[in-house]
């Protein structure tokens, strides 16, 4: 008797100039579920110290919680300034959809500035990406267009929505000019 056994993988491992990177090993189209993100929820009070870059990864996913690593592909998602998918908060829980199409062997990225919220966490960036910003950093940080483009592609959180509609918005983009610069000194 053959059996041919056939084993379905959405996703291959691989490395980059930046380390170990994740690949898509089937095509997505734009809007396509490619993961869910997992982990256990943290509270900002309980997290490390010293972030060690690429190796710890904590998604922030509410003003105070953050999801801890989770041991599984979320891990390994790369961050770049031009990504190919994005975080959408749902209520069956948070995943990584396409938000445009991906080829077999593309590297599946997201932006992690799209969580983070009125945090300190600064990482230099090289994805280059032709608008690499150099630097990941508060959402807040981002250029207004930016923010405008993930917000119509909903990959962005709650809360962070909320920011946007408040008040406060046009103080914080003042934010913007900072981040230039501190840009500008690397
Ligand atoms: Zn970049």
Not at 44 to 52: A, G, T, V
Request: glycine share 6%; aromatic share 10%; net charge positive.
């Amino acid at each position: 008797m053959v059996v041919r056994v056939h084993v379905l993988s959405n996703f291959a491992t691989g490395q980059t100039h930046l380390g170990k990177a994740v690949f898509a090993a089937r095509p997505f189209k734009k809007g396509d579920v490619v993961t869910q993100f997992t982990g256990p929820l943290i509270h900002k009070s309980k997290l490390p110290k010293k972030y060690e870059g690429t190796r710890d990864r904590y998604v922030q996913i509410g003003p105070e919680h953050f999801l801890g690593p989770s041991g599984d592909i979320d891990d390994l998602i790369n961050h770049s300034c031009n990504p190919n998918t994005g975080l959408s908060f749902t209520t069956f829980g948070i995943i990584l959809v396409a938000i445009k199409d991906i080829d077999i062997g593309k590297e599946i990225t997201w932006d992690y500035s799209t969580t983070l919220f009125e945090n300190s966490w600064k990482m230099k960036c090289d994805c280059r990406e032709v608008d690499c910003r150099k630097i990941i950093t508060d959402f807040a940080l981002l250029e207004e267009k930016v923010q405008r483009k993930y917000l119509k592609l909903n990959v962005i959180p709650p809360y962070i929505k909320a920011y946007l509609k408040s008040k406060a918005y046009p103080v914080y983009t003042k934010g913007v000019h900072r981040l230039k610069k501190y840009a500008e000194k690397k």
